[in-house]
């Protein structure tokens, strides 16, 4: 028998598989097919992002428009998993209400090719989202005008107008932050699906599960709850100090890769600033995040991540909190897909052991003498 490898707790430290689509790293770097994420923050488009995490490669612009043009054709959700949101309880959580118009999808989009569903999954879930949110709180569907991009229609949908431009520009800034992140739980679970070679709706719908959890993508919502409690910069100090006395999680904080700086946090923090001072509200929220930022560094030595910035952000651009989490996964699952494509080129399932710590040996008892 050949000796079982004892792996750390949650794999801590343990590469599972070769990937040429991110990498993060302790140092507060973040590469999206070898391309700093602040350059790609500052410069692309969320299409374009989404093109080179596919494909590798930045577009021309004659690819970037057959890319955009192919999503736009594809943003089109059949009304039948819209029929199915309607049967779910109003009081569901959004990112549940999603994993199942996720998995209807995958159940109604038999008639085109695995290559098609890929990227349609991609370009529907703008729509997905925006309805998903719609339908739960009684409202019509939303279409997409196709005469707007892919993050324009995504606010449109979801907030029922138009955004400015500026509007949309920060909102595109937070989907391509969010775009991709090497192995973090929702990827590693995608590739375990796909390792199985289910289809790519099998393994999104699991992704899916996985990014509710408040550890991982759920915890864009849990700070801004969070957020709302403390109220003002005032009381973050004494927050942070009780929350960590009791061994409570401060969410949008701590992260297993980066240990000093998350870098998409940073950019999201410069860009809430920007678009406070835009939309002239006054700096209160700002300073009410930098007052729990530097609380917790103070007392716990932990860095902000993405979502702690992202949560504001989102607020102030009118974004109800419940779909916080469900946006994440309309920018990951850019991400996922090129995933799950990427453990298809060397596949073998995943099939890990498990040291068994039951008992041996026990006598079966029927059920009228126990
Ligand atoms: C992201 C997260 C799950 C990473 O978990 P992890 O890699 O196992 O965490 P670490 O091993 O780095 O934790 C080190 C220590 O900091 C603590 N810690 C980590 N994040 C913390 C947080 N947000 N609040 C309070 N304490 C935290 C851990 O409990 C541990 O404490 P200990 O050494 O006293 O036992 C964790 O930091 C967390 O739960 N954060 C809050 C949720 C969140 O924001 N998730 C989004 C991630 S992008």
New binding site residues.
């Given amino acids: 028998m050949s000796e079982i490898l004892r792996a750390p707790k949650?794999l801590?430290g343990v590469a599972v598989a070769d990937t040429s689509i991110a990498k993060s790293d302790a140092d507060g770097t973040l590469i999206y097919r070898g391309y700093a994420i602040k350059d790609l923050f500052e410069h692309s488009t969320f299409e374009e992002s989404t093109y080179l995490i596919l494909y590798g490669k930045l577009p021309t612009r004659s690819e970037l428009e057959e890319f955009e043009a192919k999503m736009l054709r594809f943003s089109m959700v059949p009304h039948n998993v819209y029929d199915l949101v309607k049967t779910i309880p109003h009081e569901a959580h959004q990112m549940d209400v999603l994993r199942t118009a996720v998995s209807g999808l995958g159940a109604t989009e038999g008639g085109i090719s695995s290559e098609e569903q890929k990227l349609s999954i991609i370009a529907q879930m703008p729509a997905l989202v925006a309805n998903c949110y719609r339908i739960i709180k009684g409202m019509d569907v939303a279409e997409p005008d196709p005469a707007l991009s892919l993050s324009q229609n995504f606010l449109y949908m979801l907030r029922g107008k138009k955004p400015s431009d500026f509007e949309a520009w920060c909102f595109e800034r937070m989907l391509i932050l969010y775009l991709e992140h090497d192995l973090n739980a929702s990827a590693f679970t995608v590739r375990v699906v796909a390792s199985t070679l289910a289809d790519i709706y099998a393994a999104c719908t699991a992704g899916l599960a996985a990014l509710k959890g408040?550890?991982?993508g759920g915890?864009n919502e849990a700070?801004m709850q969070m957020l709302l409690k403390i109220g003002s910069a005032d009381n973050a100090r004494s927050y942070v100090q009780e929350t960590?006395a009791k061994r409570e999680?401060?969410?949008?904080?701590?992260?297993?890769v980066y240990k000093t700086v998350d870098p998409r946090s940073q950019l999201a923090k410069k860009l809430l600033r920007e678009l406070l001072e835009k939309q002239g509200k006054g700096l209160e929220t700002y300073k009410l995040c930098e007052a729990v930022e530097s609380a917790v560094w103070e007392f716990?030595k932990?860095p902000a991540?993405?979502?702690f910035y992202a949560a504001p952000i989102f607020l102030n651009l009118d974004i109800p909190i419940e779909t916080n989490t469900p946006i994440f996964a309309s920018s990951r699952i850019v991400g996922w897909v090129a995933h799950y494509n990427e453990q298809l080129v060397d596949n073998r399932i995943y099939r890990p052991d498990a040291t068994y710590t039951g008992e041996k040996g026990l006598k079966y008892v029927p059920i009228d003498s126990r």
């Fill in positions: 949650g801590d408040p550890l991982h915890a700070a960590l999680k401060v969410m949008g904080f701590g992260h297993r716990k932990l991540n993405v979502d």
